[in-house]
């Protein structure tokens, strides 16, 4: 770990040595595009995307800024598709930087920070992430009848739940008709967060 920040500083010393730039006199802003508030849902996660942009007093973007993405060694996190969990990137023109995480398979809740650098000025952002897995609860009654509907809880570390409700559909008398109504859920990139 120590290995990796010090070769990082070097990395940033070289770059401002090898590229000079002109003062920054009224600082600079880092906002968040994508990756705050994010749940990783368990056992499968999807790959999750983060994203920042850096821009000056002026609100132009600033290119070549150093962002250090890093996650915790061990416990609930997220790693890059190479397995290490500190990743430096350059702003581009547009003042922007990302990177792809996949979560592990420990439910809990974490925070990555990305660190900015640019002309000897730098920031340091805090996320908020953490592991989930969707777990199945048994149908409740309703009546004198079992309901149709059954509910699954997406169990955030720390005691947050999030309930989602899923539509069961009777068997159809006719093979072509499909059910109607209910509730579809498909993969995306969409998360549920909470604090």
């Known amino acids: 770990m120590h290995r990796q920040i010090f070769s990082l500083l070097l990395f940033v010393s070289l770059l401002t040595a090898a590229n000079p730039q002109p003062e920054l006199h009224n600082g600079f802003t ?5 990756g705050d508030d994010v749940t990783h849902s368990l056992p499968n996660p999807p790959t999750a995307h983060l994203s920042i942009r ?4 002026n609100a132009n973007p600033i290119s070549g800024a ?3 993405f890093e996650f915790p060694e061990s416990g609930p ?3 890059l598709s190479d397995g290490s969990n500190v990743k430096a990137v350059l702003t581009d023109t547009d003042g922007k930087a990302g990177i792809e995480v996949r979560a592990n398979a420990q439910p809990g809740r974490f925070e990555p920070t990305i660190t ?3 002309l000897g000025q730098s920031t340091l952002v805090r996320l908020h992430h953490s592991n ?3 777990t199945p609860v048994p149908a409740k009654t309703v009546g004198s009848r079992k309901s149709s509907r059954k509910w ?3 169990a955030a570390g720390g005691g947050a739940a ?3 409700l899923l539509a069961t559909h009777r068997k159809s008398t006719s093979a072509s008709t499909p059910p109607a109504g209910g509730i579809t859920i498909t993969p995306g990139s969409g998360t549920v967060g909470g604090n």
Not at 30 to 34: K, R, T
Not at 54 to 57: A, Q
């Open 30 to 34: 880092v906002s968040v595009l994508q």
């Open 162 to 164: 999030v309930a989602i």
């Open 116 to 118: 900015v650098n640019y």
């Open 132 to 134: 989930a897995s969707l």
């Open 77 to 79: 996190t997220a790693l």
């Open 152 to 154: 699954y809880y997406l």
């Open 66 to 68: 150093v962002a250090v």
């Open 54 to 57: 850096v821009t000056d007093g």
